[in-house]
């Protein structure tokens, strides 16, 4: 594995976390209503573009990869 693979790995594993301390329960029993608050929340926090990116590409990921639910 690159160390580029275990960055990304490592900041997925960080954002779907942020996501599910946000939630307060797991992250794959997230609705799309849930997701918008944390939107929201991150961006009134003022959240850089940048991280809030990783931060997309990361939910991305998992709820459609991992959990198999790419409509959220």
Do not use: E
Not at 39 to 46: E, N, T
Not at 56 to 63: E, N, Q, T
Not at 64 to 72: A, E, G, K, N, W
């Amino acid at each position: 594995m690159t160390a580029s693979r275990n960055t990304t790995q490592r900041n997925y594993l960080r954002d779907v976390g942020r996501f599910a301390s946000f939630l307060g329960r797991p992250p794959d029993t997230a609705m799309p209503d849930d997701l918008r608050r944390f939107q929201v929340g991150q961006q009134d926090d003022g959240v850089p573009v940048p991280t809030w990116n990783s931060i997309v590409s990361a939910l991305r990921f998992f709820f459609t990869h991992t959990v198999d639910r790419p409509d959220l």
